[in-house]
């Protein structure tokens, strides 16, 4: 039920940005580096091409299907971005995105917004406000995480991002690895349960 997460035949990055150092611009760079095989698409309507592939200005301008977006842009354009996602027939949308509910009641809005909406296109959803999710069984490296542990058979997941960035580095050190690593954030959507069930 979860294949769009951890072994999506496209992802879509909307916010991927050419500046090092952006979130854009990481996530990116992590998805292209360690292996993942599937079809990588940048989504920025301000570039023509961002790490050496071509740039788009939405997903609804892309070729091919999705499988899964990755969103790095502002709350406030989160939800048009996620019916651009819905009408392209993307299934699931990790949202990295902050500004939700851990803001207060205009957040706690904006989340309700982004739920409704994926439920509409029958999409999945993981966040917002979180690290991002890795499947070294894929190569998939969808976070702006430093580096890729290596593959092993412990799957970790965790609402805080500050505790899967520690987790992470401290796997890197030891040579620990792992098959499925989920930050969940705010948990909108998808939860512990759904994974574990999963």
Wanted: aromatic share 6%; charged share 15%; with cysteine.
């Amino acid at each position: 039920m979860l294949d769009m997460f951890f072994n999506p035949r496209a992802v879509a990055v909307i916010g991927a940005s050419r500046t090092p150092g952006k979130l854009g611009h990481g996530v990116l760079h992590n998805i292209i580096q360690h292996g993942y095989r599937g079809a990588v698409y940048p989504i920025n309507p301000k570039a023509d091409e961002i790490l050496g592939l071509d740039c788009y200005s939405s997903v609804l301008a892309v070729p091919g299907p999705i499988d899964l977006a990755v969103v790095l842009i502002p709350s406030l354009n989160v939800a048009g971005a996620l019916i651009e996602c819905g009408e392209k027939g993307v299934k699931g949308a990790i949202i990295i995105s902050a500004g939700f509910r851990e803001v207060g009641s205009e957040g706690w809005q904006r989340e309700r917004q982004i739920v409704g909406i994926a439920r509409r296109y029958d999409m999945r959803l993981i966040g917002p406000n979180c690290l991002g999710i890795i499947d070294t069984m894929s190569g998939l490296n969808a976070s702006f995480a430093v580096g890729m542990p290596r593959q092993g058979t412990i799957a970790f997941m965790s609402q805080s991002g500050a505790l899967c960035t520690s987790v992470l580095d401290m796997a890197l050190a030891d040579n620990v690895g792992f098959s499925h690593f989920v930050s969940l954030g705010n948990k909108a959507d998808a939860d512990e349960i759904t994974f574990i069930e999963d």
